[in-house]
């Protein structure tokens, strides 16, 4: 396994167009999360699935703002008719549940820009 | 929910110096502690982890001790190198994994 992939690794946009994003985490983790990164900040949790039940959404994932992981493996987040705000790094990170809290692995990101 | 508070970089060293990043934390219970790090151009990976109070995560030289009674988990290395230069983050977990990430500090590292 190479590790969470994400596609496209950039995307420019321009105001008011729906844009999608796709990840890929490593094969055997059932938990999946999205974060958003804005220059010069931690990444700022947006929404988190285990298997293919979305558990949890933060307040800052707006009605423009879906995601979903269909078969409980890859994950799509959409974001529809984008602000110039949504420019960020948009990162999804993966999973096992275990006994301990175990880690979490990155991938390289999405990066938004919204013209 | 969790928090943490880490040291405002950016952070500027000769090589070989001492380095201490300081993250303090709230949380609800005792949850497992992370050191994440970002090279530049890279994603975030896992530098360290502690799960219970007073284990010790290390790696690459670097450690970083939970301390439940202070709500701390600083970050130290005794010689950093020019290749530490990066942002590092602290960040407590939770139950469903999700982690709360400080600002980062930048470090840089001058030969």
């Known amino acids: 396994d190479t590790g969470v992939s994400q596609n496209p690794r950039h995307k420019i946009t321009k105001r008011g167009q729906n844009v999608t994003f796709r990840c890929d985490p490593i094969?055997?983790?059932?938990?999946l999360y999205w974060y958003r990164q804005t220059l010069g900040q931690g990444p700022e949790f947006l929404t988190y699935?285990?298997?293919?039940?979305?558990?949890?959404k933060s307040r800052l994932l707006s009605d423009r703002f879906s995601a979903e992981r269909p078969k409980g493996s890859f994950s799509t987040l959409e974001i529809q008719r984008t602000e110039q705000g949504d420019s960020a790094m948009y990162l999804c990170?993966?999973?096992?549940?275990?006994?301990?809290?175990?880690?979490?692995?990155f991938g390289q990101g999405t990066r938004l820009t919204v013209v | 929910g969790n928090s943490v508070t880490q040291m405002e970089g950016p952070v500027t060293l000769s090589e070989e110096a001492f380095l201490t990043i300081n993250c303090t934390y709230t949380a609800t219970g005792y949850p497992s502690l992370f050191w994440y790090v970002q090279y530049p151009g890279e994603g975030l990976q896992l530098l360290l982890k502690a799960t219970k109070a007073d284990d010790k995560g290390s790696n690459k030289g670097f450690e970083a001790t939970y301390r439940k009674e202070t709500t701390s988990f600083h970050l130290e290395k005794g010689s950093v190198q020019v290749s530490d230069s990066a942002v590092y983050f602290c960040?407590?977990?939770?139950?469903?994994?999700?982690?709360?990430f400080g600002r980062g500090t930048q470090l840089t590292v001058w030969p």
């Open positions: 699935f285990q298997n293919e039940a979305q558990l949890e």
């Open positions: 960040a407590p977990g939770s139950t469903l994994g999700r982690l709360y």
């Open positions: 094969s055997e983790h059932n938990r």
């Open positions: 990170a993966s999973s096992r549940t275990g006994g301990e809290e175990t880690e979490a692995f």
